[in-house]
């Protein structure tokens, strides 16, 4: 039966303070947080912590839709897009791409690209970190094998975006740097992350043969 928990009470007004926080210091990722809290210590009041178990998955998932603050993009993004930069250029170089780089910027004779925040690849990370966390709840098996899946995507998404960057590049100087940076630039991240999707999906596989 269903009971409930006091413990939850606690959790709401947890939620209340950061919202009454956020609107006092213009914090709007505090507000945003407030909301799955407020959810989560509700819930908790009303069906109690044995119920609160079984839909703990469903609810740590609505996490993922809170935006990340300003700090923590730019702490990441940075690292990410020198990252990119790098790897992407050292890709071209193998391919006989006659590519340079200083930083993020990249330029070969026709084509010139700077990897800015946006293209660094973190919204995709936390999209991707959405679907692993969906894939590794579902994959069967152990914890350990969870987390596996959970923690593929990283690198297969900053594998993705490297990937994009080289084949823009590549688009830029043998095409054009208008068909590069307007039509294959919008719609590549589409493609990459149905890639990145299936990719999960192979590596969840893979995980549950070797158990």
Not at 65 to 92: G, K
């Amino acid at each position: 039966p269903v009971q409930v928990c006091v413990w939850g009470l606690p959790v709401l007004g947890l939620a209340l303070l950061m919202q009454v926080a956020s609107e006092w210091a213009s914090v709007t990722f505090l507000k945003a947080l407030a909301l799955p809290v407020a959810i989560g210590g509700l819930a908790w009041y009303l069906v109690g912590t044995r119920m609160m178990r079984v839909v703990l998955f469903p609810y740590l998932f609505l996490y993922f839709a809170v935006p990340w603050p300003d700090f923590a993009i730019e702490a990441i993004s940075v690292p990410l897009q020198h990252f990119s930069a790098a790897a992407s250029t050292m890709l071209l170089g193998l391919v006989g791409v006659p590519i340079e780089r200083e930083g993020v910027h990249m330029w070969t004779p026709r084509f010139d690209v700077e990897v800015a925040v946006p293209c660094s690849g973190i919204r995709s990370m936390v999209a991707i970190l959405g679907i692993a966390a969906l894939v590794g709840y579902l994959t069967q098996g152990k914890l350990w094998a969870k987390g596996v899946v959970f923690l593929a995507g990283i690198p297969i998404t900053m594998l993705a975006n490297v990937l994009r960057i080289a084949a823009i590049v590549v688009m830029g100087h043998y095409v054009s740097q208008e068909f590069a940076m307007t039509f294959f630039h919008d719609y590549s991240s589409p493609f990459l992350f149905f890639i990145s999707a299936l990719s999960l999906l192979g590596v969840k596989k893979l995980v549950e043969k070797v158990q």
